[in-house]
């Protein structure tokens, strides 16, 4: 090594020297919430109307940026679902299924087109619910919610071309259990399709994140859809164990974790519901030696920090090939030094709040856990909010593939790093977990990148790009990440018998 | 002559004498040559071992012979898995094509056999007739799969039309390693209608043959070693599903576990125990495999996982 290579290696080798908070400052640019119309309580949307849970019980959602109190959400029962239940079957019986397929897709148009036009407020309660930055709730959550609705719309009476040689036909009833990180695209994801093919919903969103769901019920309600084709029930897990064993239910689509996931497979074992599952994931993001690096750090920073790190399909285990090991580190830290974490409602946020306090403490312990595994830890400099549940975007380097911060999901921002040398040797790591849900490819050359899509087990490879979602194209995993396909043509698959 | 598989041909019944020793003894006329037996024996990665356990379990042929087959065990099963997940990979990764005319071969092999599977399954039962159109059946059904290895990919993959500017594609790939519980009532083309898609899909599998119609398995196993398919790419044992069903569902490196039944506390059991791995627990029942819907691509879409490619478009 030269004496000057010598000398810039040990500047990249340096600390961060970009602080932003010295040499500027961001005048807070704070999104309204003075339009929105938000309830004090909501009650339960069973067979187009709202309904009061039958145990009287409500429980409190917060937002996490603010730990207030946003509304009283109605905690459904046993008795409720079942409510719930009655009313799709008899929407399936009596309206849906007989619905031309064309009538059945203008109301499917219909919602997409009420969601566009109240986006912003959906974009606004999500962010102040979930505590993802309101630029990505107005940029992206809600408009891919609403063209998931007009996507699959134009399905309903297209089944017949979507599988060659059969007759598609509806299932039934479908239970939806949704997550907390993307809670309206979330319930898009669920419904859309379902409605597509015939069915009628029983939909349960997270407890920390109900509104957004809330609020599309009353777009539902205004958009004229026949009464009980959708429904929506909110609660905790025992609510969600009420759709996954009600009898009369023929279809269970889940998407959170891979824990519950296992549990509620096991539940319905023999009992002839069809099933999807949407689980886990610690997807690799890859950077090879000839990778555009700036590209490629922008793309490790999306992969990771996009939404807190709640994402299933985050790249959380990152692999940088020895040569630009250092000067990807570098980089990358420099870039954390500019993110900036805080008020989810000021459109400067990079990163928001974390969802709930449970979630927090979980990604907590992870950090403690990595750090006595012997990870070395960066944290930027960053300022973080006193009141609301944050944490700073972090980097653990120096980990081998049996830390537990590099096997486990954590759901947080938070970055395992390990380097490789070989294509063999990276695909090998990349693979050796039980997940396969996504993974992420950077290298200028298109043989190594078809070389490496084709051997990663994951369901979505990102080559030169990371964490992009579009209603054509199908998302879901390999291995424990789950089952069944959701978005595009095969997502339609979830939700039809073939004859 | 025709078999050297079976322990007698049903028509030389009256003249053969069980030996002390169980072996039987042929004597044809006008020949005192003394008739070779075949051990019937598991298949696991291209090689014919005994089950580890030295068990075996007895099965009367309908010329009221006996024969003794593997009482397979768990770690026949364990063995098996290993062999079938060694190989997962090189069979996928071979061309379609050339997977189409593996299978093809196999067909051919069996077409040359096609004898000998007659006769073992008339000894298991079947008429004549019937035991001709399921050799005929399986023979054709291989055929049909062979020719879907290089066109399911076309006919399940989409390029998709996304909004940002990426080139974005849907292709599939094998769900991985498989175990099949085959069909009890039908030998032959039971077994080869679901080992077929799942091995025309890039997948490697175990089979747990039927119990009581089991002759057409091993010996199918015979055919598979003289075709052109890689060792552990089919691996097929005998024993009881009251035994192995649970240890074809829970192993940890199955992908997905194909069973046929109707039987509640199976399909429960096999369910309950998939959800260990996230397994995907393809079930079903067929009661005739002679159906012309019964041979579809759909198959092996059941055992191929889509995958989902993204790539920007521009400089």
Same mark, same amino acid.
């Given at each position: 090594?030269s004496?000057?290579?010598?000398?810039? !290696?040990?500047?990249?080798?340096?600390?961060?020297?970009?602080?932003?908070?010295?040499?500027?400052?961001?005048?807070?640019?704070?999104?309204s919430?003075?339009?929105?119309?938000?309830?004090?309580q909501?009650?339960l949307?069973?067979?187009?109307?709202?309904v009061?849970?039958?145990?009287?019980?409500?429980?409190?959602? &917060?937002?996490?940026?603010?730990?207030?109190?946003?509304?009283?959400?109605?905690?459904?029962?046993?008795?409720?679902?079942?409510?719930?239940? #009655?009313?799709?079957?008899?929407?399936?019986?009596?309206?849906?299924?007989?619905?031309?397929?064309?009538?059945?897709?203008?109301?499917?148009y219909? &919602?997409?087109?009420?969601?566009?036009?109240?986006?912003?407020?959906?974009?606004?309660?999500?962010?102040?619910?979930?505590? #993802?930055?309101?630029?990505?709730?107005?940029?992206i959550?809600?408009?891919?919610?609403?063209?998931?609705?007009?996507?699959?719309?134009?399905w309903?009476? #297209?089944?017949?071309?979507?599988?060659?040689?059969?007759?598609?036909?509806?299932?039934?009833?479908?239970?939806?259990?949704?997550?907390?990180?993307?809670?309206?695209?979330?319930?898009?994801?669920k419904?859309?399709?379902? *409605?597509?093919?015939?069915?009628?919903?029983?939909?349960?969103?997270?407890?920390?994140?109900?509104?957004?769901?809330?609020?599309?019920?009353?777009?539902?309600?205004?958009? +004229?859809?026949p009464?009980?084709?959708?429904?929506?029930?909110? @609660?905790?897990?025992?609510?969600?164990?009420?759709?996954?064993? !009600?009898?009369?239910?023929?279809?269970?689509?889940?998407?959170?974790?891979?824990?519950?996931? #296992?549990?509620?497979?096991?539940?319905i074992?023999?009992?002839?519901?069809?099933?999807?599952?949407?689980? +886990? +994931?610690?997807?690799?993001?890859?950077?090879?030696?000839?990778?555009a690096?700036?590209?490629?750090?922008?793309?490790?920073?999306n992969?990771?920090?996009?939404?807190? @790190?709640?994402?299933?399909?985050?790249?959380?285990?990152?692999?940088?090939?020895?040569?630009?090991?250092?000067?990807?580190?570098?980089? *990358?830290?420099?870039?954390?030094?500019? *993110?900036?974490?805080?008020?989810?409602?000021?459109?400067?946020?990079?990163?928001?709040? &974390?969802?709930?306090?449970?979630?927090?403490?979980?990604?907590?312990?992870?950090?403690?856990?990595g750090?006595?595994? +012997?990870?070395?830890?960066?944290?930027?400099?960053?300022?973080?909010?006193?009141?609301?549940?944050?944490?700073?975007?972090?980097?653990?380097?120096?980990?081998?593939?049996? !830390?537990?911060?590099?096997?486990?999901?954590?759901?947080?921002?938070?970055?395992?790093?390990?380097?490789?040398?070989?294509?063999?040797?990276? &695909?090998?790591?990349?693979?050796?977990?039980?997940? @396969?849900?996504?993974?992420?490819?950077?290298t200028?050359?298109?043989?190594?990148?078809?070389?490496?899509t084709?051997?990663?087990?994951?369901?979505?490879?990102?080559?030169?790009t990371?964490?992009?979602?579009?209603?054509?194209?199908?998302?879901?995993?390999?291995?424990?990440?789950?089952?069944?396909?959701?978005?595009?043509?095969?997502?339609?698959?979830?939700?039809?018998?073939?004859? | 002559?025709?078999?050297?598989?079976?322990?007698?041909?049903?028509?030389?019944?009256?003249?053969?004498?069980?030996?002390?020793?169980?072996?039987?003894?042929?004597?044809?006329?006008?020949?005192?040559?003394?008739?070779v037996?075949?051990?019937?024996?598991?298949?696991?990665?291209?090689?014919?071992?005994?089950?580890?356990s030295?068990?075996?379990?007895?099965?009367?042929?309908?010329?009221?012979?006996?024969?003794?087959?593997?009482?397979?065990?768990?770690?026949?099963?364990?063995?098996?898995?290993?062999?079938?997940?060694?190989?997962?990979e090189?069979?996928?990764?071979?061309?379609?094509?050339?997977?189409?005319?593996?299978?093809?071969?196999?067909?051919?092999?069996?077409?040359?056999?096609?004898?000998?599977?007659?006769?073992? %399954?008339?000894?298991?039962?079947?008429?004549?007739?019937?035991?001709?159109?399921?050799?005929?059946?399986?023979?054709?059904?291989?055929?049909?799969?062979?020719?879907?290895?290089?066109?399911?990919?076309?006919?399940?993959?989409?390029v998709?039309?996304?909004?940002?500017?990426?080139?974005?594609?849907?292709?599939?790939?094998?769900?991985?390693?498989?175990?099949?519980?085959?069909?009890?009532?039908?030998?032959? %083309?039971? %077994?080869?209608?679901?080992?077929?898609?799942?091995?025309?899909?890039?997948?490697?599998?175990?089979?747990?043959?039927?119990?009581s119609?089991?002759?057409s398995?091993?010996t199918?196993?015979?055919?598979?070693?003289?075709?052109?398919?890689?060792?552990?790419?089919?691996?097929?044992?005998?024993?009881?599903?009251?035994?192995?069903l649970?240890?074809?569902?829970?192993?940890?490196?199955?992908?997905?576990?194909?069973?046929?039944?109707?039987?509640?506390?199976?399909?429960?059991?096999?369910?309950?125990?998939?959800?260990?791995?996230?397994?995907?627990?393809?079930?079903?029942?067929?009661?005739?495999?002679?159906?012309?819907?019964?041979?579809?691509?759909?198959?092996?879409?059941?055992?191929?996982?889509?995958?989902?490619?993204?790539?920007?478009?521009?400089?």
């Amino acid at each position: 090594m030269s004496k000057k290579q010598d000398k810039k !290696h040990q500047q990249l080798s340096a600390e961060p020297s970009l602080d932003f908070s010295k040499a500027l400052s961001y005048t807070p640019a704070p999104e309204s919430s003075a339009h929105i119309r938000l309830k004090k309580q909501y009650d339960l949307f069973i067979n187009g109307a709202w309904v009061k849970p039958s145990k009287g019980g409500y429980f409190d959602t &917060i937002n996490p940026a603010t730990e207030q109190v946003l509304a009283k959400v109605a905690e459904a029962t046993q008795e409720d679902v079942d409510k719930a239940v #009655k009313a799709a079957r008899a929407a399936y019986e009596n309206v849906w299924s007989k619905m031309p397929a064309r009538e059945r897709a203008k109301y499917i148009y219909r &919602i997409a087109r009420l969601i566009q036009e109240r986006a912003r407020e959906f974009a606004v309660i999500e962010s102040m619910d979930g505590g #993802k930055p309101i630029r990505e709730s107005r940029d992206i959550d809600v408009p891919l919610a609403a063209n998931h609705f007009f996507y699959y719309a134009g399905w309903a009476d #297209k089944l017949e071309y979507a599988f060659p040689g059969k007759n598609p036909e509806s299932i039934g009833v479908a239970g939806q259990i949704i997550p907390w990180n993307f809670p309206l695209l979330m319930a898009a994801w669920k419904i859309a399709p379902a *409605l597509a093919a015939g069915n009628t919903v029983v939909l349960k969103p997270a407890e920390s994140t109900p509104l957004t769901a809330l609020k599309l019920a009353e777009i539902i309600e205004e958009s +004229g859809l026949p009464a009980g084709v959708v429904n929506i029930v909110t @609660g905790a897990g025992a609510t969600g164990a009420a759709i996954v064993n !009600h009898p009369d239910i023929d279809k269970i689509a889940f998407t959170g974790s891979t824990d519950v996931g #296992k549990l509620i497979q096991k539940a319905i074992a023999g009992t002839g519901k069809k099933l999807t599952l949407e689980l +886990g +994931g610690k997807a690799a993001n890859i950077i090879f030696e000839d990778a555009a690096l700036d590209q490629a750090v922008e793309g490790i920073v999306n992969g990771i920090f996009f939404n807190q @790190g709640h994402v299933c399909c985050a790249g959380s285990r990152l692999f940088v090939q020895e040569g630009v090991a250092d000067k990807v580190i570098r980089k *990358l830290k420099d870039r954390m030094a500019s *993110l900036i974490v805080g008020d989810p409602m000021d459109k400067n946020t990079d990163i928001g709040a &974390i969802n709930s306090p449970e979630q927090l403490k979980k990604i907590n312990e992870y950090l403690k856990i990595g750090v006595n595994e +012997g990870g070395e830890v960066f944290q930027p400099n960053c300022s973080i909010p006193a009141k609301g549940y944050f944490c700073k975007p972090t980097l653990f380097l120096n980990t081998s593939q049996s !830390h537990r911060v590099v096997q486990e999901e954590i759901f947080g921002p938070v970055l395992a790093v390990q380097t490789f040398r070989t294509v063999e040797e990276v &695909i090998e790591k990349a693979n050796n977990t039980p997940y @396969g849900l996504s993974a992420g490819v950077w290298t200028d050359k298109g043989s190594k990148i078809f070389n490496m899509t084709t051997k990663l087990k994951a369901g979505v490879v990102w080559a030169n790009t990371y964490n992009k979602f579009d209603p054509s194209s199908p998302f879901g995993g390999f291995r424990e990440s789950g089952f069944g396909r959701e978005g595009g043509l095969h997502g339609l698959l979830p939700y039809l018998k073939l004859r | 002559m025709a078999s050297t598989s079976t322990t007698k041909k049903p028509t030389a019944k009256k003249t053969e004498v069980a030996s002390s020793n169980g072996q039987a003894e042929t004597k044809q006329t006008g020949s005192s040559r003394i008739k070779v037996q075949k051990t019937y024996k598991i298949f696991i990665n291209g090689q014919f071992p005994r089950t580890e356990s030295g068990r075996y379990y007895p099965l009367t042929l309908t010329d009221g012979s006996i024969v003794n087959l593997c009482l397979s065990s768990r770690k026949d099963i364990r063995n098996a898995v290993v062999a079938a997940r060694e190989v997962q990979e090189k069979w996928a990764a071979r061309a379609g094509l050339n997977k189409s005319q593996i299978l093809y071969r196999l067909a051919e092999m069996l077409e040359t056999r096609s004898s000998q599977f007659i006769e073992e %399954l008339q000894l298991m039962g079947a008429t004549k007739e019937d035991a001709a159109k399921e050799t005929e059946t399986a023979i054709d059904r291989l055929i049909y799969y062979a020719g879907w290895c290089d066109k399911f990919n076309a006919v399940f993959s989409s390029v998709n039309p996304v909004s940002s500017s990426h080139f974005n594609f849907s292709s599939n790939e094998p769900t991985g390693v498989v175990t099949i519980v085959a069909a009890e009532e039908s030998g032959l %083309l039971g %077994l080869v209608s679901v080992m077929a898609p799942v091995i025309a899909g890039g997948n490697t599998c175990v089979v747990l043959a039927s119990e009581s119609k089991a002759l057409s398995a091993v010996t199918l196993a015979e055919v598979i070693a003289t075709s052109d398919i890689p060792a552990g790419v089919v691996n097929i044992l005998t024993g009881t599903r009251k035994e192995l069903l649970a240890h074809m569902a829970n192993h940890m490196d199955v992908n997905a576990i194909y069973l046929h039944s109707n039987k509640a506390e199976e399909i429960k059991e096999v369910e309950t125990l998939s959800a260990l791995n996230v397994k995907r627990a393809r079930i079903e029942f067929v009661s005739n495999w002679f159906e012309p819907k019964e041979e579809n691509p759909y198959r092996i879409q059941d055992f191929i996982e889509v995958k989902t490619t993204w790539h920007p478009i521009g400089i």
